[in-house]
């Protein structure tokens, strides 16, 4: 019998996450999210632009038909996260650093209280 060495972690943990995520942006700089989408995908896109890694997120830029994104794929992060926490972890960086690369604002700036745990 096949095992994963990856534990099945609920969807709606996943949603709880990516929502905690933008509250904590939210309440550090409120200007940061206002303009913004916030998706989940299950999986990313990988036809037009193929790379040996898979994102765990992506930003994409504003046009006349859409507002900024900031897009989560959810499966990718479920299948490095080892526990509950980790994958937490994994959604509020993800989301920080697309959020970043979208506004301009920097990652301690959206993350104040170091809630990526970094090390300085």
């Known amino acids: 019998m096949y095992r ?7 969807g ?18 409120p200007e ?18 193929w790379s040996p890694h898979i994102p765990l997120s ?7 038909t859409r507002c900024a994104q900031v897009v989560v794929y959810r499966r990718p992060i479920e299948f490095r996260a ?3 926490e980790q994958l937490r972890q994994l959604v509020f ?6 959020v970043s690369s979208i506004t301009g604002l920097t990652v301690a700036t959206l993350d104040p ?4 745990g970094e090390t300085t």
């Open 93 to 98: 960086i993800a989301v920080v650093e697309q």
């Open 58 to 64: 992506a930003a994409i830029e504003a046009d006349d």
């Open 4 to 10: 994963s060495q990856h534990p099945v972690l609920p």
């Open 12 to 29: 709606p943990y996943f949603f709880q996450c990516v929502e905690q995520a933008v509250a904590a942006i939210e309440d550090a700089v």
């Open 113 to 116: 209280t170091n809630l990526r």
């Open 82 to 84: 080892a526990s509950r």
């Open 32 to 49: 940061a999210i206002a303009p913004l989408d916030v998706n989940v995908v299950e999986v990313p896109d990988l036809e037009d632009t």
